[in-house]
Nanobody, 113 residues
């Protein structure tokens, strides 16, 4: 059984930081990452990282967010610095083991002005 468990969401002031973590189990995943969905908007990619360590970021977060994946563990973290109110969204962990794709339940991130 595949499970993706997210933690680290919460309320933070603009300019602050949060660290999200996703612990996956049940399979080996070729790629893991984070998506987010704000009210009234489509779900969008935030960052991904492959087994080989290659990462990709949305232009809106590049330079502020850092994605990492622990060696030998199906755990992915997202360090979010210099947070802005527009970062407010539900953040979803995402994991790929082709041909299947898995999603976490989501964790709320709220950035106040």
């Amino acid at each position: 059984q595949v499970q993706l468990v997210e933690s680290g969401g919460g309320l933070v002031q603009a300019g602050g930081s949060l660290n999200l973590s996703c612990a996956a189990s049940g399979k080996i995943f070729s790629s893991m990452g984070w998506y987010r969905q704000a009210p009234g908007k489509q779900r969008e990619l935030v960052a991904t990282i492959a087994i080989g360590g290659i990462s990709n970021y949305a232009s809106s977060v590049k330079g502020r967010f850092t994605i990492s994946r622990a060696k030998g563990k199906n755990t992915v973290a997202l360090q979010m610095n210099s947070l802005k109110p527009e970062d407010t969204a539900v953040y979803y962990c995402h994991a790929v083991s082709l041909p299947l794709v898995y999603w976490g339940q989501g964790t709320q991130v709220t950035v106040s002005s």
